[in-house]
């Protein structure tokens, strides 16, 4: 076994300490040398420091992109984070406009002078403006879940596939962001195509 | 160093989270809120046209188009079992790949620099069909990615 063994060995040059400390020797002896031709010779040190100079300007170039970059992305986070704390707190003001709104409906419906409330709703339609918080209009499109989610389906072979036929909840987007999908049932003409 | 992304991987809604600044940080959907707070539902469909959607659209969509929507295809991974959408069969892993390269797409975004590793997780009581399920879609992402890039290789 232990023959075996030793024949699958991979024989190794072994460099002893002796070696090691006349080669460092031989660098070091061949460096102070280089350094002593240069600054014997102007023109070579000057070479030497032309290319440390255009070593640091590209350095000097990388870390200028570097902190341009960063300090842009550091200005789109700012803006994300402030929109997004935006919207969500747009999202909840929303559902509170929303029980105004079936609040209005109930008020009407029994015939009480709603005017104080029509005010209240107008200073809140105003602040949503003010925040760029636009209603997302539905009724009569073509169904697109990146703005409506359906919730019902009826069946009209009036209307093309997909058209939104009712707005159930009002949807509302902010700088181009979904803040609130719309929730809308839409029409199929699925049984026309069975009964064909 | 590229940052590296958490996945739970989950049958109704996934989540991504990410360390940022010493801290860990939800990744959130691109559609913004959805019903799940800031994850991404676990919802692949494919429209009429073979167009793919993927987590919170595919879910609003559900209701119009059930027969082309997976949900919870979760609870098939490591099985034998196919979803077949439009003359396609689908394994779980690649109905998984799909949920996975949308997380990435919008970790991505969120976090501003390329994802390269991820973490994903299963539940303990996944046996190792289902662990090698869950890596195999890990993996189908990476296949994904690659020819993705050779496609776009072959455009330049």
């Known amino acids: ?196 | 160093m590229t940052k590296i992304i958490g996945i739970d991987l989950g049958t109704s809604n996934s989540a991504a989270a990410v360390v940022m600044g010493g801290k860990p940080t939800i990744i959130p959907a691109a559609e913004g809120a959805t019903v799940g707070g800031k994850a991404f539902p676990s919802v692949v469909a494919f429209g009429k046209d073979g167009e793919l959607l993927v987590g919170e659209p595919a879910r609003r969509q559900a209701v119009t188009n059930p027969d082309n929507t997976i949900v919870a295809a979760k609870r098939k991974m490591g099985s034998d079992e196919t979803f077949k959408i439009l003359d396609k069969q689908y394994k779980p892993q690649q109905i998984s790949a799909f949920i996975l390269q949308k997380i990435k797409k919008d970790a991505e975004a969120f976090v501003g620099e390329p994802i390269e590793k991820v973490v994903i997780t299963v539940p303990a009581y996944f046996d190792d069909n289902q662990r090698q399920a869950t890596k195999d879609a890990g993996l189908l992402l990476v296949l994904m990615l690659l020819e993705l890039l050779m496609n776009q290789l072959l455009h330049l």
Do not use: C, W
């Open chain 1, 1 to 196: 076994m232990s023959e075996e063994n030793n024949s699958d060995e991979i024989p190794v040059e072994v460099i002893s300490d002796e070696k090691i400390e006349t080669n460092n020797s031989e660098e070091e002896s061949k460096h102070t040398d280089n350094l002593e031709q240069i600054s014997d010779d102007p023109i070579k040190l000057l070479e030497l420091e032309k290319q440390k100079v255009s070593q640091y300007e590209e350095k000097l170039k990388h870390v200028l992109a570097d902190f341009q970059n960063l300090s842009r992305k550091t200005q789109s986070d700012i803006e994300n984070g402030v929109n997004s704390k935006i919207n969500e707190f747009m999202l909840d003001f929303i559902k509170i406009y929303d029980d105004f709104i079936r609040a209005k409906e109930v008020i009407s419906e029994s015939k009480i002078n709603a005017d104080g409330l029509n005010s209240i709703l107008k200073n809140m339609e105003s602040l949503m403006q003010k925040y760029n918080v636009t209603p997302i209009e539905a009724l009569g499109e073509i169904f697109d879940p990146n703005y409506h989610e359906a919730i019902s389906i009826i069946s009209d072979s009036t209307l093309d596939d997909n058209t939104i036929t009712k707005e159930i909840r009002k949807g509302y987007i902010s700088h181009e962001r979904i803040i609130r999908p719309t929730l809308v049932e839409i029409s199929k003409k699925e049984d026309n195509d069975k009964n064909d």
